[in-house]
């Protein structure tokens, strides 16, 4: 017989319980909950005392039900108070929430759901439907709870309320080596993975987040990915959850964007590109003033400099626009302000030296080092020669040491080295000589020639420089080893076709400058580029090459 494992909780939850003891009045979650006559949205709000007392409530409520330390529970609900009720009190009893973006598709989300062998399943009433519709993947599931109107059997959310009715008991906490959350990659430039967060990843993450806001209160945050609200609430923020469809971020109305900033004086944005372009593009149709903004933070993929200069032109003077750079397995890896990336460093972008990633956050150490789509050997996290291009590698308190899923990710993704692991990124660049990290594109998305090898966004950012273009994508077609490279290019929105080839005049122009990208012969204009499901900004390069191979065969190219 199995002895169940010892009670306990995570360490960083205790952060939350100050802040509701110190300021229980707060508001911890504004959340939108339909319209107003007008179209505006509508929000309610939820106290740091309600959250924390909800939180411990359900705690209570999993232990009784049998969820518990190291219990892997699929956590599919959508973003709202209840989303952070659940998640603090599974962490609360050191539970293990597993989070998967369901826009993956269908069958690839089925075949990494069964791949973590989820012991509990807590979810809204759609979710439940697709665990009695595929029982063979949900075998090992032994508690359910639905979180809705009523419950597909098991436990409903909803009737065990939201304050605890007998003391919440002491537990340790838990140690920071033990798993604490299974999160997936998005799938987006390769299989998705599952990625082994532990508790001391947890804390590292939070250090690392108050340490780039110089340990400044965040006041009020606008959340556009649910997952980083549950940094901001341990960090005491009061999270606005403006209406936006997870999987379709980029879709968000920039009205309603604006209008959650100017009511609850919103001080902290976290949002991809998809969110940022069109919010400039707003703002400066509509001369709109972000004045209670002080920092933005960029993430999911490179924002253009245009965009970021049209923000810093919304934003006070002392407000920061930070460009980030993270992954599932680590954030944050580094960032880059403003101010420093627009000065002679888009110059250097533009000719060809990739995007500036910024230094490594604190605690976090970068290499670079060959380029190979083998395993590299334990204690090989060698560096390659100054200035060279190479896969980054990374080390630190916040960066994920395993996958759950799959085994072989682990030989493929990892370096070992005695005490340390290096995390292979995937992503190609360059160390600077002021130590700030050069992202030059994904390794899998490399175009290998009979001539060299092409980098994407290393040529991308040459060619974005020209007028009316929104942005590029560099792209193989024919054999892996001797591919044809192939910029497929998005248009401005409002563009013409009858300017298609005066633009594509300029970009065999501009490209003809550089070595870097020379060699690139064909240009086709794509109507709108396939996109990553949770930021809708990392661009789906390996689709747009079988486009690209269709659109050249068609041509009898």
């Keep these: 017989m199995t002895t169940a494992p010892p009670r306990a909780h995570c360490g960083s939850v205790e952060r939350l319980r100050t802040i509701a003891a110190e300021h229980p009045g707060r508001e911890a979650v504004i959340h939108s909950v339909g319209g107003t006559d007008s179209g505006a949205p509508r929000y309610e709000r939820l106290s740091y005392r309600e959250l924390d007392e909800w939180s411990d409530l359900l705690a209570q409520r999993f232990e009784d039900c049998g969820i518990g330390r190291g219990m892997r529970t699929l956590l599919l609900v959508t973003p709202g108070p209840e989303f952070y009720a659940i998640m603090f009190g599974l962490l609360k009893v050191s539970a293990v929430p597993v989070v998967i973006d369901p826009g993956m598709g269908l069958r690839p989300m089925l075949r990494c759901l069964k791949s973590v062998a989820p012991q509990a399943f807590v979810g809204i009433p759609k979710a439940h439907l697709l665990r009695l519709a595929f029982r063979r993947t949900f075998a090992t599931v032994r508690v359910t709870v639905t979180v809705g109107r009523r419950a597909w059997g098991g436990h409903s959310l909803r009737s065990w309320g939201r304050t605890p009715d007998r003391p919440v008991a002491s537990t340790p906490a838990a140690p920071d080596d033990e798993v604490m959350m299974i999160a997936f990659t998005t799938g987006s430039t390769g299989p998705a993975k599952a990625v082994n967060l532990t508790h001391g990843n947890l804390a590292a993450m939070l250090e690392q987040v108050d340490e780039a806001r110089d340990r400044v209160p965040p006041g009020t945050s606008l959340i556009t990915l649910p997952i980083f609200g549950v940094l901001d609430l341990m960090l005491g923020s009061r999270c606005v959850l403006p209406p936006i469809t997870p999987g379709r971020v980029g879709e968000v109305d920039p009205a309603h964007v604006v209008d959650a900033i100017d009511r609850f004086e919103v001080r902290t944005l976290f949002a991809s590109p998809a969110v940022l372009v069109p919010l400039v593009r707003y703002g400066r149709e509509h001369a709109v003033a972000l004045s209670s903004v002080r920092s933005v933070f960029s993430g999911g993929a490179p924002v253009p400099h245009d965009a970021i200069a049209g923000l810093r032109e919304m934003l006070p003077e002392d407000g920061e626009v930070s460009a980030g750079y993270g992954s599932t397995e680590a954030l944050p890896m580094s960032a880059i302000e403003s101010r420093e990336l627009l000065g002679e460093l888009v110059g250097r972008t533009q000719a060809g030296a990739g995007t500036c990633l910024g230094r490594p956050a604190t605690g976090l150490q970068a290499r670079i080092i060959a380029i190979t789509d083998g395993p590299v050997p334990d204690r090989s996290a060698e560096g390659v020669a100054a200035g060279g291009i190479g896969e980054i590698v990374v080390a630190g ?32 660049g360059w160390i600077d000589e002021a130590g700030r990290i050069w992202f030059c594109g994904r390794k899998s998305q490399r175009v290998r020639t009979a001539d060299g090898t092409l980098f994407t966004v290393q040529c991308e950012q040459i060619f974005n420089a020209v007028p009316d273009v929104a942005r590029t994508a560099l792209v193989g077609v024919g054999r892996d080893d001797d591919r044809r490279p192939v910029l497929c290019v998005e248009l401005q929105p409002g563009v013409r076709a009858g300017e298609r080839a005066r633009i594509e005049r300029e970009l065999r122009e501009l490209g003809a400058q550089s070595h870097v990208t020379e060699r690139v012969e064909f240009f086709l204009f794509h109507p709108g580029f396939p996109v ?3 930021h809708n900004a990392k661009i789906g390069r390996e689709q747009l090459s079988v486009w690209a191979g269709r659109q050249l065969a068609k041509a009898g190219r």
């Design 397 to 428: 308190p916040n960066v994920s040491t395993s996958y759950h899923w799959p085994a072989e990710a682990n030989a493929l993704g990892k370096i070992r080295d005695g005490d340390r692991v290096w995390h292979r990124t995937g992503d190609l």
């Design 532 to 534: 990553d499901i949770r």
